[in-house]
């Protein structure tokens, strides 16, 4: 029995052939999409009031289309703010972003008492349109020897633990914790709380109108924790005495004055000194409290 086996060959005329057709083609369609360029675009933008005031807010606005005219909608926009402008192109960072509409145009909105700033509109581009920036804007006087300053009035909300201690801003005592205190200029404020018994805490406050300024304070124990001193014509006097909690600390008297003492702090004495001045011919009266 034999077997028969049958080769079959390509020739390789043809299988030659194949491989040249083949990169023929693959050089035709690099040199056609190499041959294809991004369509360069390019932005305007106007800000609308021309020149607005801290007070006044205001819409940025602009198109964008090719170079040659032609309005592109529905494309992307990036509205961009820096403080240092055009010359520092890394400094500017992104504030918002919009659409165009059909007719290419962009539109942004800033509200009032926004500082001064340099803005700008973007087009980062796509597979057939190239990218695109803006002219800088400056807005409020940004770059120039006199920007424009926010004019209004902030609030101050402070709470204490405990409550119920006094406020005083710029010295001026404006009630007790918790409380808002409102109607202050914009700018630096001296803040100072204090309740009897306790530390008295000072800070400064920076006010400004778009937002509020808020403090919380742990109030710290004072040494003899005074509440207050009172001056009255009742004859009482008491020497080296021991101070309850909550009780009055110290009930002097001398030539008719009387002078009470009231404190929170415990273990503390009193002791009081009397001498006649021989020269106006009155006389002299200390205290001396000391806290064990």
Not at 22 to 30: E, K, P, S, Y
Not at 200 to 219: D, H, K, Q, W
């Amino acid at each position: 029995m034999s077997i028969r086996t049958s080769t079959y060959y390509i020739p390789s005329i043809r299988l030659f052939s194949l491989i040249l057709i083949l990169v023929a083609l693959g050089i035709l369609i690099g040199t056609s999409c190499a041959a294809v360029e991004k369509i360069p675009t390019m932005a305007t933008m106007v800000v609308v009031p021309e020149s607005p005031t801290i007070e006044q807010s205001f819409h940025v606005t602009g198109k964008l289309v090719t170079v040659s005219g032609e309005a592109l909608g529905n494309k992307r926009v990036i509205l961009e703010t820096s403080q240092k402008g055009v010359d520092y192109p890394e400094s500017f960072s992104f504030l918002a972003i919009g659409d165009t509409s059909k007719e290419g145009v962009f539109e942004f909105f800033r509200p009032k008492n926004t500082l001064p700033e340099f803005l700008r509109v973007s087009f980062s581009g796509n597979t057939e349109y190239g990218a695109a920036t803006s002219p800088v804007v400056s807005v409020r006087g940004a770059g120039t020897s006199s920007p424009q300053r926010r004019i209004g009035t902030g609030t101050i909300t402070v709470s204490t633990n405990p409550a119920g201690a006094d406020m005083y801003v710029d010295n001026i005592y404006r009630g007790i914790t918790p409380g808002m205190i409102g109607g202050l200029a914009e700018g630096a404020h001296s803040l100072e709380v204090g309740k009897a018994g306790y530390q008295n805490e000072t800070m400064e406050a920076y006010v400004t109108p778009e937002r509020g300024c808020y403090f919380s304070i742990t109030l710290n124990p004072g040494g003899l924790g005074l509440t207050q001193t009172n001056f009255s014509s009742i004859l009482s006097y008491r020497e080296n005495v021991s101070v309850p909690l909550g009780d009055p600390d110290f009930i002097a008297d001398f030539n008719g004055i009387s002078m009470t003492l009231y404190g929170n702090a415990p273990n503390v004495s009193v002791t009081t000194m009397e001498s006649d001045d021989a020269v106006t011919g009155g006389h002299d009266y200390m205290v001396i409290m000391t806290d064990h």
